[in-house]
């Protein structure tokens, strides 16, 4: 009679690091195209500062390494893929005009497909 072990794969601190900085700087890079296009991508009529999208994905790139160190895949995605899609309420909610809204959701997306398959697969 053979006995299976099941290990669970969890991504690396490095990988999980590299993987929420190359989210950061690629959001950034986002971001600041979108406000070079005239979309000035204000909240509650203040423009967001380009530096906060990457200071913000790396702070919650680190939370999701975390995450994904401690629970199985299906439960961080149970877990991520919600969180993403509320976060960007408060963008839509306090966003002055249509074009806001819209680069408020594309770079959650951007941030959010950057960082969460990767932490998956690992």
């Not at 590299?18 to 005239?38: D, E, I, M």
């Not at 401690?70 to 074009?99: D, H, K, N, Y």
């Amino acid at each position: 009679m053979s006995t299976t072990t099941t290990t669970r794969r969890s991504p690396s601190w490095a990988w999980g690091l590299t993987t929420a900085v190359v989210a950061a700087v690629v959001t950034t890079l986002v971001a600041a195209g979108l406000r070079a296009a005239g979309i000035p991508l204000e909240v509650d009529h203040e423009e967001i500062p380009i530096l906060a999208f990457g200071e913000l994905v790396l702070i919650f790139g680190v939370l999701g390494v975390v995450l994904a160190r401690r629970v199985s895949r299906r439960t961080f995605l149970q877990v991520t893929l919600p969180l993403a899609v509320l976060s960007v309420v408060p963008g839509l909610v306090l966003g002055t005009g249509i074009e806001d809204k819209l680069g408020i959701v594309l770079t959650h997306a951007v941030a959010t497909a950057i960082v969460v398959p990767s932490l998956v697969r690992r």
